[in-house]
């Protein structure tokens, strides 16, 4: 005997005055009410609070599927993509941000280990709020619609979270690309691409994920093992070394594909940004690395609190990217 299927709660039409019809489940599943509230405005909600204001009525599981439906069917369709980016910092969301505009045709995954996407560019230097980027850079602004002051070299956006915000927004909003965040790449996905020079070498060809919870405490079960994301192209932006940071380029060291790292050397903004722009690109078959965690394999300066390099090596790291399906 199958236990009994819940119904909805009767819902008081007397009370709200808006008479729906609410159909008692079907067994096994629940059951939209046939029809929602109709669409009221703002306006007239405003003055009826206490009286006719009620939400539609919904059954838990309703929630529990419109979420985990979508959620899995977005791990099925991006299970296989074209470019995965590492990192949802100032350089990863540039360079999804260009890739969404230029090639609506291909899928994008953007995977973010914090639950808040944007990296180090919520804010200006130590914890100010505004961000300064020096020209050319201002040209992704004025792309992107940020409004800034102009200082003549250099242009001051009034908050780092209207860039980063005004950025994201912009990315989520692209039907190609989808951002799993929350989510970390815990290793890469490789084949064998032996050279000439190295007869052990490898192409990325994908990543290796966990949500980041659980890559957090590896240590503290048994095995949990990870997801899996083909690409033939994967975009590192994953920053400083550090807990997360330049990721992807130490698990190349380790993995003998990268000699060693340069680290990140003494703040010198000058010399700093014009390198990680201009360095940005494939450092390994399947890979390319930009923004700071591309300082960290080149040995770079560090260049503080200025973002124009990360935004423009995204639109470099992008570029890069498109080349493999252009080829
Ligand atoms: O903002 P970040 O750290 O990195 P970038 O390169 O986008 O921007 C760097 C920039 O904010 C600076 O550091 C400025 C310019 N200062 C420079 C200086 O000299 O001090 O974003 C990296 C993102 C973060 O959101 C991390 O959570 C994420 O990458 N991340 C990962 N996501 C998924 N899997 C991982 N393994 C991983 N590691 C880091």
């Not at 619609?145 to 780092?160: Q, S």
């Not at 490898?202 to 899996?228: E, F, I, K």
């Not at 994967?234 to 400083?240: F, N």
């Not at 990721?247 to 010399?271: I, T």
């Amino acid at each position: 005997m199958s236990p009994p299927v819940a119904t909805f709660d009767e819902v008081d039409t007397s009370r709200t005055g808006n008479a729906f019809a609410v159909k008692k489940d079907l067994p096994g599943h629940a059951v939209g009410n046939g029809h929602t509230k109709a669409h009221q405005t703002l306006e007239a909600m405003a003055s009826n609070w206490e009286n006719d204001f009620s939400f539609a009525p919904i059954r838990e599981s309703q929630v529990s599927r419109a979420m985990t439906r979508r959620y899995f069917q977005d791990l099925d369709n991006y299970a296989e993509s074209d470019i995965v980016i590492v990192g949802a910092g100032s350089c990863g969301l540039s360079a999804a941000y260009m890739l969404g505009k230029q090639r609506p045709d291909l899928k994008i995954a953007l995977i973010e280990a914090s639950v808040s996407p944007g990296g180090g560019a919520w804010l200006g230097g130590q914890l100010f709020s505004a961000m300064v980027m020096r020209k050319p850079a201002d040209a992704f602004l004025r792309d992107l619609g940020v409004a800034y002051d102009d200082e003549g070299d250099f242009v001051v956006v009034k908050h780092a979270a209207l860039f980063t915000s005004t950025l994201l927004s912009k990315v989520l909003s692209f039907p190609n690309i989808k951002l799993f965040n929350a989510t970390c790449v815990e290793d890469l996905i490789t084949r064998p691409a032996p050279t000439s020079s190295d007869p052990h070498a490898v192409r990325v060809a994908g990543v290796v994920t966990n949500w980041t919870l659980v890559a957090l405490n590896h240590d503290t079960q048994s095995c949990m093992d990870p997801n899996t994301i083909n690409a033939p192209i994967v975009i590192s932006t994953t920053g400083h070394d550090g807990p997360f940071g330049a990721f992807s380029v130490k698990r190349l060291v380790s993995m003998q594909q990268l000699e060693k790292l340069g680290g990140m050397r003494g703040l010198d903004m000058n010399r700093a940004e014009d390198a990680v722009v201009k360095g940005t690109r494939e450092v390994v078959k399947g890979m390319i690395v930009g923004g700071m965690e591309l300082s960290e394999v080149d040995g770079a300066n560090r260049m503080g609190p200025t973002f124009g390099a990360m935004v423009l090596s995204g639109v470099k790291a992008a570029e890069e990217a498109l080349k493999v399906f252009e080829e």
